[in-house]
């Protein structure tokens, strides 16, 4: 392929390449640059050993501007992956091995959310107490979460991030 | 083996038919030794001097030794103490925890970090299963059954804790429920919600005359708050809307019994006291009972052994 193509995907591809090619781990593409450090505490990527590449204000067909992140050799758990759906629901994950992208996934709602999130209710314990907070998740389309203690139901995209 | 008593909307049918006749034998014989050197807990982080009462008395009754406060004023909790560390602290000292907190979910909470049972004793506006447990042996006591009753439903349907359990607890029990309340106070959509879920039917009332209250057999009456209204001209407009009268019991039902969970301040009038109907005093009796049975059950005793018991105290 030529270099300079105006191949808009192969650019991209290139730019993806200036953040540093993976040969074994996780790719987490399309977070959007004002969630990416949510992305990282979430994951606790900053207790990690191995190496993490973070690209942060890439440019983006889709998203105009966006965040990747590449972390060698760990390969998530879907529950840890899917707690990104509270604060970046359209990311895309590639799981690559040999430097082959073998799994392609997008996050969705788990059944639970546990410490993920704040309550709404400022009289719900959560809220007081210093204690993790548990919600379950009521209606995966609409984003409906129910807390564990005080049974509001509420709006995941009304909630604040702990 | 112990279970805590944070919620009833959880419970079977045939969990609450069971509780009911644990009451029953309460109300047989309400005075027993079956709790002799046992020591119930009574913590109220927000004053409730009915619902503490009654709590205490049920222990008073079967014997047991009650430790606790009345005023979250006394506690550590105004010097900075964490929840979690008074339950601990008093979990040292007693076989049950009885709790009255102003925050909501403070009992589940506490539930889940006692190594010893804990009783719901009201939430914030969250949960308040003691006061359903009784409201559901008084309909069984009046009615001789739970199934297929008509129940109105009146006053502060919004924000009503009680009979949002109650709601939830009858949904077992195929009944028919009738909301009046005015527009600011009206039940909440959840709940609407859940009655559809559940296949309970409900009917919704502008009126709240005799024609209406003729199809009741049980009328449960809640206070109408003045706080509650953001127009406090609404509030003078409806006020008196909600309020039941002697006269409104002309084409009433012979087994309809008008329910109040108390305090009342004017909402039913005093002439109806003296009526055949009114029952809510009986069901304040009744709290007792419940009471006796929701800290026998979170101890372990069962139905079985309440019947075989010899102590008791005529």
Redesign the interface.
């Known amino acids: 392929m030529p270099v300079g193509s105006a191949d808009g995907k192969r650019n991209m591809k290139r730019q993806e390449l200036i953040v540093s090619a993976l040969d074994h781990g996780t790719v987490i593409d399309h977070i959007p640059c004002d969630r990416l450090f949510q992305v990282i505490s979430l994951l606790h990527l900053e207790q990690m050993t191995s190496k993490v590449t973070i690209g942060f204000n890439l440019k983006s067909h889709k998203m105009g501007t966006k965040s990747i992140i590449k972390i060698a050799d760990r390969f998530f758990t879907d529950e840890e992956l899917n707690q990104l759906s509270v604060v970046a629901p359209n990311v895309s994950l590639s799981i690559i091995r040999d430097y082959e992208v073998v799994e392609k996934k997008q996050v969705c709602l788990p059944d639970e959310l546990r410490g993920i999130i704040h309550c709404n ?1 400022p ?4 809220n ?4 993790r907070t548990l919600f379950h998740v009521t209606d995966k389309q609409q984003g409906i979460v129910r ?7 509420q709006n995941i995209k009304e909630v604040k991030i702990v | 083996m112990f279970r805590s008593f944070v919620t009833i909307a959880d419970h079977s049918r045939e969990k609450i038919e069971y509780l009911i006749r644990m009451a029953q034998e309460f109300e047989q014989h309400p005075n027993r030794l079956l709790l002799q050197g046992r020591v119930v807990a009574t913590l109220f982080f927000e004053p409730s001097t009915r619902t503490r009462l009654s709590f205490e008395t049920a222990a008073n009754r079967l014997g047991a030794r009650v430790i606790g406060f009345a005023d979250p004023k006394v506690t550590s909790g105004t010097k900075g103490e ?3 560390d008074t339950i601990m602290m008093v979990s040292n000292y007693a076989d049950v925890i009885v709790m009255r ?6 009992a ?2 506490a539930s889940e970090i006692a190594p010893v049972p804990i009783i719901n004793a009201g ?5 308040h299963p003691s006061q359903t447990m009784l409201d559901l042996y008084t309909i069984y006591q009046t009615q001789g059954t739970l199934d297929n009753l008509n129940i109105y439903l009146v006053g502060d349907l919004k924000y009503g804790r009680t009979v949002h359990s109650l709601l939830q607890a009858m949904r077992h029990f195929n009944p028919t429920f009738h909301f009046i309340a005015p527009d600011e106070l009206a039940m909440p959509d ?1 709940y609407k919600d859940y009655c559809r879920e559940h296949g309970i039917r409900y009917v919704e009332h502008q009126d709240f005359d005799a024609d209406v209250i003729s199809g009741a057999d049980i009328l449960y009456m809640t206070r109408v708050q003045r706080e509650r209204f953001t127009d406090l001209m609404e509030y003078e407009r409806v006020k008196d809307r909600y309020l039941l009268k002697l006269d409104m019991l002309s084409k009433a039902r012979d087994n309809m019994r008008i329910l109040h969970p108390l305090p009342r301040v004017n909402e039913i009038d005093y002439a109806i006291d003296d009526d055949p109907h009114a029952y809510y005093f009986q069901q304040a009796r009744n709290g007792l009972f419940a009471r006796q049975t929701i800290i026998c059950d979170t101890l372990g005793i069962t139905l079985e052994q309440i019947k075989e018991d010899q102590a008791i105290i005529q």
């Open positions: 209710n009289k719900c314990i959560t007081n107490e210093p204690m807390c564990h203690y005080c049974n509001h139901e | 964490t929840l979690k907190h102003y925050l909501e979910g403070a589940r909470y939430d914030g506006a969250n949960q959840t």
